[in-house]
């Protein structure tokens, strides 16, 4: 079945700093990928999300590549700011299938 | 900005009893979710329905029932409650490939 592995379950960082957070998957479809966020005691929202091979998306200053090859899609950002601090889901869906599966999620810490 | 609503936003439960988890959307979306959100294990879909009349399992539907009685609500019930069930449950309105959170209901089950 379909999975999704968020291997880091807690990143803490300096404000300023680069981040990227890891998202490999597996399915035998063409998937959608998708991010999203969470802040404290808040409800998850969609950040950015994918379905094309090797192009580039972004939002909010974060972005991410699918690469089907390697079947992954890792979010990056070149320099983290204090509300940034949230957690991170990276989950996929099947093409005309609207079910999401989600990772185990990332909690990203900016300090200052 | 899609709109989700829940009630209870927090519930204390005896073990044995019944819940009721409300969800609202004024979306006009035709699916709707109910996930559980514990630490170490994401978001995990419980059911969850293609629209009016309509539920369909997720990947934990052991002791939950689902109903969706109009395109707007969709409840979770748990017939008899347990401690294991004692969560953070979200419910979820969406199109075709985004799906919009409400704010959460906190359940703990004693």
């Known amino acids: 079945g379909d999975s999704v592995t968020q291997t880091e379950g807690l990143v803490t960082l300096t404000k300023g700093l680069p981040v990227m957070l890891n998202c490999t998957y597996q399915?035998?479809?063409?998937?959608?990928l998708f991010w999203y966020v969470q802040h404290l005691n808040e409800a998850p929202k969609l950040l950015l999300k994918?379905?094309?091979?090797?192009k580039r998306t972004e939002h909010q200053g974060f972005y991410a590549t699918l690469h089907k090859s390697s079947s992954s899609f890792h979010l990056q950002k070149s320099s983290v700011q204090l509300s940034d601090s949230a957690l991170y889901f990276c989950?996929?869906?099947?093409?005309?299938?609207?079910?999401?599966?989600f990772g185990s999620g990332t909690k990203l810490t900016v300090e200052p | 900005e899609a709109a989700v609503t829940q009630s209870p936003r927090n519930k204390v439960a005896v073990t044995g009893g019944k819940v009721t988890l409300s969800c609202n959307q004024t979306?006009?979306?035709?699916?709707m979710y109910w996930y559980r959100q514990d630490t170490g294990h994401g978001l995990r879909l419980i059911h969850y329905?293609?629209?009016?009349?309509?539920?369909e399992k997720g990947d934990i539907p052991d002791g939950y029932k689902a109903s969706r009685p109009s395109q707007e609500n969709f409840s979770l019930i748990l017939e008899l409650a347990t401690p294991s069930q004692t969560s953070v449950y979200f419910c979820?309105?969406?199109?075709?490939?985004?799906?919009?959170f409400g704010p959460g209901t906190r359940l703990l089950v004693l």
């Open positions: 979820a309105s969406g199109d075709a490939d985004t799906q919009y």
């Open positions: 329905s293609y629209g009016a009349g309509s539920t």
């Open positions: 989950a996929l869906s099947e093409p005309n299938y609207n079910v999401l599966y």
């Open positions: 994918s379905s094309t091979d090797n």
């Open positions: 399915t035998t479809y063409s998937p959608f």
């Open positions: 979306n006009n979306h035709n699916n």
